[in-house]
C-alpha cells in the first residue's frame, strides 16, 4: 500500500521487517507447538531489491536450527508477479525466537521438534 513507500518511492524497511518478524514468529510458533515465542534476534538483513506499491510479497520460512529453548529460521521475502507467478527473492535475513513460560523465561522447545530437526 502507498502508505507503507518511504521517501525514495519504495517498501520502507522497517515495514518488511515488520512483516517477516510477524510472519516468522507465526511459522515458529506453529513449529513448537506454542504461542509463547520472542524474537530474540534478528541477523544480518539484507534488502535485495526495491518493491514498489502495488507488488506482492511472499514471505517462506525453514528452520535452520533448532536449540534447547530457540529456534532459528531462515527467512526468504519474494515480490510475486500474479500474471507470470513468477517470484524473486527481495529481503533475506535469519531470526532467532525463544520458547518462553509465563513468567518471560525461556523453556525448552519440545523433544518432538528437536528430533525432527536436528538429525
Ligand atoms: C529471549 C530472552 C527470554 C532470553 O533470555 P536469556 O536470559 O538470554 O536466556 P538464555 O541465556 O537462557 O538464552 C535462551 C536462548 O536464547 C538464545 N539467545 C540469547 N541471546 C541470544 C542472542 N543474542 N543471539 C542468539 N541467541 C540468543 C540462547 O542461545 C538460548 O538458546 P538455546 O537454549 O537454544 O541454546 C530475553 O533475552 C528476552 O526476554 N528478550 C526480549 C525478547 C523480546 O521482547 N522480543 C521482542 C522484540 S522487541
Redesign the pocket.
Known amino acids: 500500500m502507498v502508505r507503507d513507500i518511504g521517501i525514495h518511492g519504495n517498501l520502507f524497511g522497517g515495514t518488511m521487517l515488520s512483516w517477516i518478524?510477524e510472519a516468522a514468529g507465526s511459522y515458529a510458533a506453529q513449529i513448537c507447538h506454542s504461542p509463547n515465542l520472542?524474537?530474540?534476534?534478528i541477523e544480518e538483513v539484507v534488502f535485495e531489491k526495491a518493491v514498489k506499491a502495488g507488488q506482492q510479497i511472499r514471505i517462506y520460512g525453514e528452520v535452520a536450527a533448532?536449540?534447547?529453548?530457540?529456534?532459528?529460521l531462515s527467512i526468504e521475502a519474494r515480490k510475486y508477479n500474479v500474471y507470470s507467478t513468477d517470484e524473486s527473492v527481495v529481503c533475506r535475513t535469519r531470526i532467532?525466537f525463544?520458547r518462553?513460560d509465563e513468567g518471560?523465561?525461556?523453556v525448552?522447545?519440545p523433544q518432538l521438534v528437536k528430533d525432527r530437526y536436528n538429525k
Open positions: 518478524d520472542v524474537t530474540v534476534k533448532v536449540g534447547n529453548t530457540s529456534i532459528t532467532v525463544v518462553i518471560g523465561d525461556p525448552p522447545v
